[in-house]
């Protein structure tokens, strides 16, 4: 695709109930990333996937999250039990590994009611 | 690892006037530093961006500077309009096996 895709684009879910929100970065990307950021504020880091090597998971808030990636295509966050702090837009970026710039993902507005 | 500070975190000027927000580094081998603009309800778009082996950087109204030794870098935007109000991220990063690591933000208002 022409740039990095995030699907859903909203997600209203209820307190306690999983998630799962999709990442389809830029074709050939081999760097992806997942941010959380919070309304009014920055690009909280959550995780980041480079090719094959293991991913740097230093970011992610509590066991509730994880996220996957086949390869170098589409990466998937999860989270589960939901909380009420969760509420977010999670950004997703895409970039080719010696490249210096991130390409951002339009972000999916997660609202736990 | 990696701490980038950025200053102000609320920046304020008139319409037409020069803006400028600073961005600080910790770790000397940072070598790749982009400067990233995002409006309200969009997502973050690099504007500008600078390697270590230069000094400065411009692109029409605005420009990039690096003062590798004092470990900081600063955007600096020329004739101020409405559509520059944003929020500006600065980051730093040591080399492609590494991640970017993000300024908190600047939010520029641009006064009519």
């Known amino acids: 695709g022409a740039g990095v895709s995030q699907s859903p684009s909203n997600k209203v879910t209820e307190k306690g109930k999983d998630v799962e929100l999709r990442c389809d970065p830029i074709?050939?990307?081999?760097?992806l990333y997942w941010y959380r950021q919070r309304l009014g504020q920055g690009l909280e880091f959550l995780i980041y996937?480079?090719?094959?090597?293991?991913?740097?998971k230093s970011g992610l808030p509590s066991d509730r999250f994880s996220a996957e990636r086949t390869g170098e295509s589409v990466s998937t966050l999860t989270i589960q039990r939901t909380q009420q702090e969760d509420s977010a837009v999670y950004l997703c970026?895409?970039?080719?590994?010696?490249?210096?710039?991130?390409?951002f993902g339009s972000g999916t507005q997660l609202s736990v009611l | 690892g990696e701490n980038v500070e950025q200053h102000p975190s609320t920046l304020s000027v008139q319409e037409g006037d020069s803006a400028v927000i600073k961005c600080t580094y910790s770790d000397s081998a940072s070598n790749y530093f982009p400067w990233y603009k995002q409006e309200l309800g969009k997502r973050p778009q690099l504007i500008i961006d600078i390697r270590s082996n230069v000094g400065e950087k411009k692109d029409q109204r605005i420009a990039v500077t690096l003062n590798k030794t004092a470990k900081h870098f600063s955007l600096h935007i020329t004739e101020t309009q409405p559509e520059d109000s944003a929020v500006y991220f600065c980051?730093?990063?040591?080399?492609?096996?590494?991640?970017?690591?993000w300024g908190a933000g600047t939010k520029l208002i641009i006064k009519p």
């Open positions: 996937f480079q090719g094959n090597s293991a991913p740097d």
């Open positions: 074709s050939g990307h081999t760097a």
């Open positions: 980051a730093a990063r040591l080399d492609s096996n590494y991640q970017l690591i």
């Open positions: 970026a895409s970039s080719y590994k010696w490249a210096g710039n991130i390409f």
